[in-house]
């Protein structure tokens, strides 16, 4: 504990004070004459341990204390009716210490005598500067595995690990429980770094420091004395001894401390496995709904992720570092190059650090998707064990630039009515009930201003001649039909997924957005149906997220009307190709015509 009260044990020289002051007029009170200033480098508000405030400093004074006089580093400072030496070393722009002596309620003493009171045994005391600047950790490497001793031995088995955050200021500190060492247990601390410097020999580490686990953010203080061993097995290794409480005092070794910390470099962080290559053929990739933006870097084996996110402020960016760790085989002579890859990967997000479990899904070559495990562990064989991915919901991804594709379950489909309001509808498909309908439904149609006099009425998929690649939406009151191109599809357990953006689209800031449209084949309930067909396909409306569920975004039953050619009004398949064959018959017809004029005319 730090002495609160000034030291006043100068009791030899009172008797001879009394008779200076007797002596010497009362003209040299304490006044701030200018000639003593703290370096300005010091100003500012300043943590000591004890102190119930902060202590501020400018550059005549230093808390309650004014300058009289300075030699070197060696002060005469007065407050609260005492003369002080205080010898101050500034240690960094963010630490000062300082050794102290003083005498209360007596007179002015000249400096060198004041000051050569002061020795090495007197406690030094330190000041942290609040809300500094933080520095970049000393410690080079990204990440360590650590043991660590409270005084009961030390705790190698499990080996804890510490991780460096995005931020290079901080660290992450994992402590693992030793089941056979008393005093341990596991908990995550954060380190940030404010400063460090040498003194001698010594290298000090000044930082502060913040339980994870804590409900609150309160951080406190610790100094680190330290001490780089070279290589020691071709490996780097730092001892370190922990201050016991907010103060540099009683780190006099790196074998004492509470607790003392041996940090190993981990040389080869990861195996730096590679991303499957119909992953990285393109660099980047984005989330359907475009608040996800997915980088590949450094050979393929680093993924950069970027998320946006609106709060109060306005626009957050939050990004992510996603490092290929490990392939895992999916199957026993999985050769972990098909269209789904399991991995294990190190995170990095801020100082959320720990390995995850991935599976990536092939779906297109400019459309993947991606499952990743909620959790994080600490080390990488617990990622795939203590989370299954498979369970998780799906990222789809997108490439910037799509082709068109043919769209899947082509037709001409009319609408019966909302696949999830089944049952009401079904029963009493009347007007009264269709308005009922629509007024309560409001959020399930296609259009947020649909009502009675506007609904969709017709769908077809996949019936333009060209590419047979677009979704069209007819509706009674707009007459501008909604177009959407496909741009791939896949089926997965019944249900088939289709990835489409919005064509001729009449909502602003609208043009371009990516949809995904699930459709699944269900068998008609309704036995009253008009429809030949047993079949009626069930369509969601176009979404953000490709919906794995029959849920409330699914918006319409349709029934098939007929193929594409019907549409066409050629019922002997004018397809796409038979109509461009027509024209391309035509075209040599036509040439072969004005050939035989020109022949004709130049005869
Ligand atoms: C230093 O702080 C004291 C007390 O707040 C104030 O009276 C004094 O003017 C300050 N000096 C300078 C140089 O700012
Ligand atoms: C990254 O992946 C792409 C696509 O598979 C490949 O063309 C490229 O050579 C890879 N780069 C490296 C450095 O492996
Ligand atoms: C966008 O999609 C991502 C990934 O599917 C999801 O996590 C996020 O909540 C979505 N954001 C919005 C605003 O819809």
Request: proline share 4%.
């Amino acid at each position: 504990m730090q002495e609160l009260a000034f030291p006043r044990r100068k009791g030899i020289l009172a008797p001879l004070s009394v008779l200076v002051l007797l002596i010497l007029p009362l003209v040299d009170l304490p006044s701030a004459n200018g000639s003593c200033e703290f370096p300005s480098s010091w100003s500012g508000e300043w943590f000591q341990y004890g102190k119930p405030q902060s202590v501020i400093i400018n550059t005549t004074v230093l808390g309650e204390r004014t300058c009289l006089e300075k030699t070197d580093d060696k002060y005469i400072v007065f407050g609260d009716n005492c003369y002080h030496c205080m010898i101050i070393n500034g240690r960094h722009e963010n630490v000062i210490q300082y050794r102290e002596t003083g005498w209360c309620n007596s007179e002015r003493l000249r400096l060198e005598n004041m000051c050569s009171e002061i020795t090495s045994d007197d406690t030094l005391y330190s000041m942290f500067r609040v809300n500094s600047k933080p520095i970049a950790c000393p410690f080079s490497g990204a990440s360590f595995t650590f043991t660590y001793n409270r005084g009961y031995g030390e705790c190698a088995m499990p080996i804890s690990l510490v991780e460096k955050c995005t931020d290079e200021s901080k660290l992450l500190l994992k402590y693992q429980a030793c089941p056979d060492v008393v005093g341990t247990e596991s908990n995550t601390e954060e380190l940030q770094c404010l400063a460090s410097w040498n003194d001698g020999r010594n290298k000090y580490l000044v930082g502060t420091l913040k339980e994870r686990s804590a409900l609150n953010d309160a951080k406190t203080y610790r100094c680190f004395l330290y001490e780089e061993k070279s290589h020691h097995q071709g490996k780097m290794i730092y001892l370190l001894a922990q201050s016991g409480d907010p103060t540099c005092n009683g780190l006099t070794t790196v074998s004492e401390g509470s607790p003392t910390i041996k940090l190993i470099k981990v040389d080869k962080e990861h195996n730096r496995c590679k991303y499957p290559a119909w992953v990285t053929q393109h660099h980047d990739w984005h989330s359907l709904n475009g608040t996800k933006s997915y980088h590949f870097t450094n050979k393929n084996a680093t993924l950069r992720v970027k998320m946006q996110a609106q709060n109060t402020d306005g626009e957050i960016v939050h990004e992510e570092k996603i490092i290929c760790h490990n392939l895992e085989k999916l199957y026993p002579n999985d050769n972990m190059q098909g269209n789904k890859v399991k991995l294990v990967a190190h995170v990095t997000s801020g100082c959320d650090i720990g390995y995850v479990c991935m599976i990536f899904h092939k779906r297109d070559s400019h459309i993947i998707e991606i499952q990743q495990s909620d959790q994080k562990a600490i080390m990488p064989e617990e990622a795939c064990s203590m989370s299954d991915p498979s369970t998780r919901p799906y990222t789809t991804l997108i490439t910037t630039f799509l082709h068109q594709r043919r769209c899947p379950n082509s037709g001409q489909y009319e609408i019966l009515n909302f696949a999830s309001l089944d049952a009401l509808s079904a029963a009493a498909p009347s007007r009264q009930r269709r308005s009922e309908l629509s007024r309560t439904t409001k959020r399930r149609t296609w259009q947020e201003n649909e009502n009675e006099e506007c609904r969709s009425t017709d769908i077809q998929i996949g019936c333009t001649p060209s590419d047979q690649a677009e979704i069209i939406i007819g509706n009674t009151c707009e007459h501008e039909k909604i177009a959407y191109s496909c741009h791939g599809s896949w089926e997965e357990k019944g249900m088939w997924y289709t990835i489409a953006s919005q064509r001729n689209s009449e909502i602003s800031g609208s043009t371009g957005q990516t949809f995904c449209f699930s459709m699944l084949l269900k068998n008609a309930k309704d036995k009253g149906s008009r429809q030949k067909q047993e079949k009626e396909l069930w369509l969601s409306r176009p979404s953000r997220t490709c919906q794995r569920e029959v849920k409330d975004e699914w918006t319409y039953r349709l029934s098939n009307q007929g193929m594409c050619e019907v549409l066409m009004k050629t019922p002997n398949a004018a397809s796409a190709s038979s109509l461009s064959q027509l024209l391309f018959i035509l075209h040599i017809v036509t040439y072969t015509a004005i050939n035989t004029l020109c022949v004709l005319l130049s005869r």
